[in-house]
């Protein structure tokens, strides 16, 4: 099954579009569950069992699996496991390398770690890009990400038009809407508009929603496609730890519930579905 079928079926399975980040920042992690890589798969375990009812998708940043060090592959791959098989996966790496080195990242998140999409980034240009995006592979190119710093590069003018504009264009002109979407940051919602005229087709990872101050409902008005789809908003802290008690897993649970019931909100103002 391609990365968008399993996504558009965790959706209807779970009247949801919201995706949560799994970012296991060990100063976080209830002191209860001990330190260091058991503590994150302890607590891992339990988030992915509070929230897998609201996320329809799971999104693991490698930065803070590499953190452990030489047990960050084995915390990476028990967590993996812990996900609920018809739940999609997308490892943020935010790769981007000369295509020989390309090709071996996208064969370990892939074929390795067996993920459903990966973020890449684009600097290197297409065929960095071409190893994540073939064979029945997925990627999510970043395009206007969601940190303050985004405008430093990505606002740079190109014969008239923004770098991101022009990434965006020249992913669509180079690979078809069922093997790259793009990275959208929720806290630029007129840029999103911008390029949702550009990439009419293709689906948005937005993150930025939550502790990054991105303004969900606003976002994704943006962002929705013509048949008010095409988006996948994200978030992690405000999620995994909306409590550092002991009562973490009910808080990530409540505040999944409540992100997915405003998504779903958000989207019924666009398509009339209630």
């Known amino acids: 099954m391609s990365f968008l079928d399993k996504l558009a079926s965790s959706q209807r399975a779970r009247d949801s579009i919201i995706c949560v980040g799994l970012d296991p920042e060990p100063d976080l992690i209830p ?9 994150a798969l302890r607590f891992l375990r339990r988030i992915i069992r509070a929230t897998s009812d609201d996320a329809c998708c799971y999104k693991p940043n490698l930065a803070f699996f590499e953190r452990y060090g030489s047990a960050a592959f084995d915390v990476l791959g028990l967590t993996l496991q812990a996900i609920p098989d018809d739940i999609p996966v997308i490892l943020d790496a935010k790769r981007g390398d000369v295509p020989n080195t390309a090709k071996a990242y996208a064969d370990a998140l892939f074929d390795s770690f067996h993920a459903d999409a990966v973020t890449v980034a684009p600097y290197l240009g297409m065929d960095s890009i071409a190893p994540f995006a073939t064979d029945g592979r997925y990627a999510l190119v970043l395009a206007r990400t969601s940190n303050p710093g985004a405008r430093d590069l990505q606002d740079l003018m190109v014969d008239g038009r923004p770098l991101y504009e022009r990434v965006v264009s020249a992913c669509v002109g180079a690979f078809p809407a069922d093997r790259t979407g793009f ?5 630029y919602p007129e840029e999103a508009r911008r390029l949702r005229e550009l990439a009419p087709d293709r689906l948005f990872l937005m993150p ?8 969900l409902a606003t976002a994704l008005r943006a962002a929705f496609d013509a048949s008010g789809a095409g988006v996948l908003p994200s978030a992690s802290r405000s999620v995994i730890f909306a409590s550092t008690g002991d009562d973490f897993e009910r808080a990530a649970a409540d505040a999944a519930r409540a992100l997915r019931d405003a998504a779903n909100a958000a989207r019924s103002t666009v398509t009339g579905r209630t």
Do not use: E, H, I, Y
């Open 208 to 215: 930025g929603v939550g502790a990054q101050g991105g303004d």
């Open 183 to 187: 990275v959208v940051g929720a806290t």
């Open 31 to 39: 002191g209860s569950l001990g330190r260091g890589p058991q503590a």
